[in-house]
């Protein structure tokens, strides 16, 4: 009999409506499909973990209700039956939080349970430490300016920014052209640090606040979006209650927070660019392999770019290249033996 050592680790799938503005369109669903049927069948495979991103309750345009989970596993049944698959064949499958599905909850996952088992939903400190620290895995989002959850209470619906940020690059008829404007705004307000460093603080705060009323104003125009439009949720006591204009008046204090929490110039621009860069996340994989003591390797994902840096891997995404400029030809998944990363390309065309 063969022994389970070895854990199967996927992130950034997007799963979504099919609509033209999703990224998780043909011929990605056959081929995720194919690799979960493979993965439920491999007798050395211990555990499989969905790290983040599975789901897309994000991307939707301002004027469609993001979907909710049991919508999008209704649209996409023979994805829905892999992963059922894995769920009643392997002995285990973990589910940890991205932000694109930071909503997701043990009740949504639920009828991806089979075999008397459940998908369940983990936090990566339970996880890591389930292997002493030896490894670290999380989704990344937490060291993303614009996509960690957001506790300060200047939020909309407790969304961080980033959520209306897709929401309006979801409305674009060029996603790729909103994604590489706004790249070049964030660089061009924050580049000097030297000056933004030198500022008296009540100075400095002022300035950070306008930030987001220049970003939305952007990302409208760029998009075609009224700034009167009402924004439609999923949850009743919010819908429509806000306009695309209305979201320039919370997130003030964002920037602050993360300036004064990253004094460090290049790790400040780095948690602005972490969504938008293929190494975004390079920076904060290596802080967490200087920790004491350290991880044997780090993993992450968010990137949307499949890399091996050193200890470092991040396991790309399974979404179609091109529609934020970036994304990989190919999908990959991380092949963790014992404690040997490997990341592995899907074939998919």
Known sequence: MATRNKTIVISDIHISNGAAYSWFLPPYPGCLTALLNQVA????????????????????PVDVAPWSVAQILAANPAVTTAFQA???????????????????????????????KSVRMVTPEW?????????????????????????????????????????LVA??????????????????????????KAMPHAELD??????????????????????????????????????????????????LTWFLRYPNPKQFISALLAGFLSDGLNWYGQLLLAQKPAPQFVALGHTHHALVEGAYDND???????????????????????QT?????WPCS
Not at 191 to 196: I, S, Y
Not at 212 to 226: E, F, R
Not at 316 to 338: E, K
Not at 341 to 345: D, G, K, N, T, V
């Open 41 to 60: 069948a491999d007798p050395e495979v211990a555990e499989l973990v969905l790290m983040g991103d599975v789901f897309d309750l994000w991307l939707y």
């Open 206 to 255: 002022a300035k950070l606040s306008t930030v987001v009323g220049v970003i939305i104003k952007l990302l409208a125009a760029l998009g075609g979006v009224s700034e009167t439009a009402p924004i439609r949720f999923r949850e009743p006591d919010l819908d429509k209650k806000y306009t695309v204009g209305d979201i320039q008046n919370y997130y003030g204090s964002l920037f």
């Open 127 to 167: 996880y890591n430490g389930k292997y002493g620290n030896a490894r670290h895995l999380e989704h990344g989002n937490a060291a993303d300016v614009f996509n960690a959850p957001d506790t300060s209470g200047d939020t909309i619906g407790g969304y961080p920014l980033g959520f209306f940020i897709t929401r």
């Open 171 to 196: 409305s674009a008829s060029n996603q790729g052209t909103l994604w590489s404007e706004l790249q070049k705004l964030l660089q061009q307000i924050f580049g000097d640090h030297k000056t933004l």
């Open 86 to 116: 894995c769920v009643a064949s392997l002995p285990a499958v973990y589910y940890m939080l991205g932000n694109h599905d930071m909503e997701v909850t043990t009740a949504d996952l639920a009828p991806l349970g089979s075999g008397g």
């Open 316 to 338: 790309g995404c399974w979404c179609i290249p091109g529609s934020l400029g970036h994304g990989d030809a190919s999908p990959y998944y991380l092949s963790i033996t014992g």
């Open 341 to 345: 990363p490997a990341l592995i390309p």
